[in-house]
């Protein structure tokens, strides 16, 4: 038994290519369901913006791999030669290593993003619901979510954020803490803007009033996000209102100046007024970021805090590296393990058979039975046989005595394989 | 007896200063609550150990150099522990808690025994005057520490600059609006303090004001902060500005305090 990955990612195929391959969560069953019916029990599909990946165990890699081919070229109209050209395969060690790197955020286009352990959280649950995974998949998997775990508590890698729009919210905090109360006034209606305001807009402002030159822009703008659009001239008045400016204007001057903010200020009672200028050329003038209780980041402020936190990541991720490798070890060792001892992989094999038989028929008796009650009785069933077997094991592990092992190869019906037999298994 | 239990609540201090300090390196949530429970148990125990030097007593025991500083320490875990309770603010533990220690241990190399009460404290204003005091005091001890915190993140900001441990820190909202509680509590509790300060100096030394070094720098703490809660509520002194009178009353108050009573004296000599 063996672990094999076999996919691609934003570092060997372009985004046409992983656009065409991108399975969507609702053709993960069907795709699940064929591999099924050509063997393949046990895969985890993962399928994200910058990866499509499969991880299954097999037997008989040589049998499997055409079949995967063809069900994926099949089902997504793809050329035999992409296949071919942009994707990888990893087996074994290699193959979790690989997983390990994709969960703990290293394998990312942003090194150390936090959502792709989520995404292969998501990907192994949609497999065991579909039945998909087995022994093998969930020790591969559960250990994944160690490792990442691990990862996030002892390294920083996840600890600053890198994108601008982040890097904005972040300061914002800093200055207010959290943003749910607070007003933003956006300059502009280009899709800067918008792309940091869908970001600012998770935090749950209270209020977003989107201004532009053009006002027709700034109408559909505020009608998409759900902003209230407002007449340019009226930016003095807006500024007494808000807590945070994001600017990012065609203009060649510079709209806001010192005197006008300084006047407002005195309005506002001082409260704290942040400006977040991404425009190049800047609209608002640096010598802003001179009154009291007034900040101002420009575009190159925003960058460098980013470039900063992006070197402390890539620092970071050293120390990742080397959890990962120390545990791919780690867990290698413990299949070995499980593998050198032919009599434990048939009792997990053995019950496991009579576990999924017996909970069959339950279930076909049961007739009515919602998805809620099916995955409790799995788990149930897991549990019970995993606590019944696990002293049997512990006891082959720690006392490998012949008496023992006859004993135990007598109560599990084991007939054992002869040297012959484990010669042929190591060469395949 | 109580100065037993003052020097087991003090073990408690200790531990809970250790964990604090821990935190700042390891940054985990349960090292900090360690330190926050321990502290819970130090204030809890110390204010057992005042009310048994009370009932011991006969009087209220803010009469002496140790007496003060103790019921000082224990007025500051008392409101760090009370704005726990509403603002995330584990970092000004990091640095209110070694502070308090120091000041405890301090306490504890001035003569501690209980004396008989001199004639001219023997009145119902010393507790009320006291307490008002010290609590009033404590209040701006910790608003001292917020203003320093301030400071240096409103810097750190404003220079675009990553500061170490930033992450941790609390928002410059925040620490402004605590400094702004801690005006709005601090205040009216030394005004309280001082008029009847006043009203006893009338009846023990025959005049409301001597202009003892005391009252003049009770006076000028008092004005500071007077300024200071004009200008907010008026013209919208916030922040930065906030912050320096904040740590310019709080150095009167230290002068008040511990200045004139260990350099210049003067009538009000007991504390």
Redesign the interface.
Known sequence: MSIVVFGLNHNTAPVEIREKLYISEPTIPELLHALKGHGIHEAVVLSTCNRTEIYFSSEEQEKTFPIIREILEQSFEIKPEWLQEHTYTFHGEDAYRHLFLVASGLDSMVVGEPQILGQVKDAYRMATLYNSTGFFLDRVFHKTFNVAKRIRTETKIGYNPVSISSMAIELSKKIFGELHQKRILVIGAGEMCEIALKHFKKEGLSEIFITNRTFRHAQKLAEDITGIPCPFIDIPDLLTKVDMVLSSTGSEKPIIDKELVQSMMKKRKNRPLFFMDIAVPRDIDPEVNKIGNVYLYDIDDLKELSQQHLSDRLKESEKAYAIVEEEAVKFTRWLEQLDTNPLITHIFEMVEEIRNSELKKTVQKLKKIDEDTLKSMEILTKTIVNKIIHPHVSLIKKNGSPEVLDMMKKIFNFEGEDEEDMDNRDEG | MSIYIFYISLAFYLFSTLFYLLYLVVYRKGVERVGYYSLFAGFSIHLISTLFRYIQAGYTPITNIYESLSFFALAIAGFFLYLKRFYKIEILGCIILPVLSIMLIWASTFPAEIRPLPPVLKSYWLPIHTIFSFVGNAIFFISFFVSILYLV?ERG??K?R?LPF??R??????LDLINYRCMSYGFPFITVGIITGSIWAGFAWGSYWNWDPKETWSLITWIVYAILLHNRLT???????TAYMMIIGFLSILITFLGVNLFIGGLHSYV
Do not use: A
């Open positions: 993140v900001i404003k675009k990553v930033s992450g820190f609390p928002s410059l909202e925040t013209i919208g002194w916030r922040g930065r500005k």
